[in-house]
């Protein structure tokens, strides 16, 4: 069987059919104008958001997966799990938008190239014009997610979760630290602000985003990941839990089951900036924990529906991945998105 049949076959829905658009419609904020280039055109069906410059050139043998994110869009729309008319089109996100996470020597240093040898050892990736572009849309793509999500209740990037990126330097594969532009912009076109909760279930910590929300009342930072792994030096989230290696499906899900309706129901968020890395899968190269397909399938399902009818709105993104089977992982992370199509039609969205 195919890798993308098996992933169809083995995900069937776990809950019953609620009607939550009254609910979420009490969430929704309407905006005037999205950061887009194009809007979807199916008004009716799960937004996706993609840009063809989330992917760039990078040297031969290079570690970074580059290729997985059009081969993600590939396969959400040769399986028919998607179709082109779902697709809105980010802009690019602009310095001003940047600015309010990143310093102003960073960013001019990472726009004109003069980020030394040592900080690019630390992305773990050369400076190139083509780089920066591509971070710089795919901060846009999340952004537009978050919009998106507040006025439809869910919406999906095919890319996003840089959550290494500090104000100051970027580190880790990453460069722009996407989820807090997202959270920091749509915080500061509202009054009161928006309270944003960052789910963050990759592998790895996300010590970045835990570092520039450290002290924001607003936005509360939810991690779980693999004690053991990248980064060395974790940072303080607002919740952190810590799970041991070789973690399995049932354990991992039970992990998020004990905490995430707590949160959701104290804290109260008008958002939900949703991280799913698929490297908690036993498969990945750069993972350490056991997690398979239905696993993770499970997984996204559960924070998506747990939020939306609590009628909270979701914007996801895919987070870390890594394989040197770029279509096997391409397929592991649509593994979002046909959950998202789930909850979407379950929900009576």
Sequence with gaps: MRDSQRIMTC?????????????????????RCFHTELGGLESSALPIVHHSSYACELPAGHRFPMAKFPRLLHFLIKDQVITEKQVWVPEIASEALLSCVHTEEYLNNLMNGTI????????????????????????????????????RGLACSTAGGTHHAFPSYGSGFCLLNDLA?????????????????????????????????????????????????FPLRKQQSDLDISVEDGMKDKEYLSTVEAHLPWLL???????VLYDAGVDPHGEDELGRLRLTDQGLYQ??????KTAVSRGVPVAAVIGGGYSRDIDKLALRHSILHRAATQVWRECGM
């Design 11 to 31: 995900m069937t829905p776990t809950f019953s059919r609620r009607k939550v658009g009254r609910l979420l419609g009490a969430a929704f904020t309407s905006c």
């Design 116 to 151: 030394n040898e040592q900080e690019q050892r630390r992305t773990g990736f050369p400076w190139s014009e083509g780089i920066v572009t591509r971070c710089r849309y795919e901060t846009g793509g999340t952004v537009l997610a978050a919009e998106v999500a507040l006025q």
């Design 181 to 229: 532009v997202a959270a920091k912009y749509l915080m500061g076109i509202s009054s009161p602000k928006r309270k944003v909760l960052i789910v963050d279930l990759d592998v790895h910590q996300g010590d970045g985003t835990a570092f520039i929300f450290k002290e924001e009342p607003c936005v509360f930072t939810f991690s779980v990941h693999c004690g053991k792994n």
């Design 265 to 271: 129901e104290t804290f109260g968020p008008d958002l």
């Design 299 to 304: 997984r996204d399902l559960y924070v998506m």
